[in-house]
């Protein structure tokens, strides 16, 4: 089973994209939904509500407060069935565009294990992307992600970790053909979240200088 952990804060034209999407389109059916609302305004908690009472949603919490990044999704772990293999972080400003596409990202990942993204980042370091991430149950309960850094630092970091243990990481360059990320569609409160003042000299010291991230271009 895969559990995927979706981050929703307001924007519910493209949550309703996300959901629906998402839940129509999917080929693959043994996953859980669990979404995470973090301080949405009243329209999008009401169209969260009416997907769970519809089935779509499996878990959902309502949260006062936003919790950002790390916490949203950690708080999502806890919440995640004992059965699940796998967690997937996936954004609330996608759409799913190939039914095969959570198939295809499993496949990407190392003989089963470890890591695996749709999206890259090449700008130094050199990671994964975090809107739609893959990741084995036991290694994010491990590590987890830390709440030091409320938003994208957070995943730099795991990756550091993974790496660092020897655990593969792979990022898919080009996933068009599968899924579209709006990007920024819940605004700016990012700006905010604690740890993203930090220097990229000091983010590059977590990772191993031996060990890197394994690109591939396109999933077939």
Request: proline share 2%; with cysteine.
């Amino acid at each position: 089973m895969v559990s995927i952990i979706m981050l929703v804060h307001n924007a519910p034209r493209y949550v309703k994209i996300s959901i629906e999407s998402l839940v129509k389109k999917t080929s693959y059916k043994d996953y859980e939904l669990i979404v995470i609302d973090n301080a949405s305004n009243i329209k999008t908690q009401k169209l969260l509500f009416y997907y769970k009472s519809k089935g779509y949603i499996t878990k959902l919490f309502y949260s006062d407060k936003n919790l950002f990044y790390a916490r949203g999704n950690n708080i999502g772990l806890e919440l995640c069935s004992s059965n699940s293999r796998y967690i997937l972080l996936l954004n609330s400003d996608i759409e799913i565009l190939d039914g095969a596409w959570l198939d295809k990202l499993i496949s990407a990942l190392w003989n089963g294990e470890g890591a695996a993204s749709l999206g890259v980042c090449l700008k130094p370091p050199l990671r994964a992307d975090g809107f739609c991430f893959l990741i084995q149950k036991d290694i994010y309960m491990q590590f987890k992600l830390d709440e030091n850094f409320e938003w994208w630092w957070s995943l730099t970091k795991l990756q550091a970790q993974m790496l660092e243990n020897n655990y593969p990481v792979v990022a898919v360059k080009d996933y068009h053909t599968l899924i579209r990320h709006f990007k920024g569609a819940s605004g700016d409160a990012w700006k905010k979240a604690k740890g993203m003042d930090i220097s990229r000299d000091t983010v590059l010291s977590w990772f191993p200088s031996d060990k890197s991230i394994k690109v591939i271009d396109i999933l077939k």
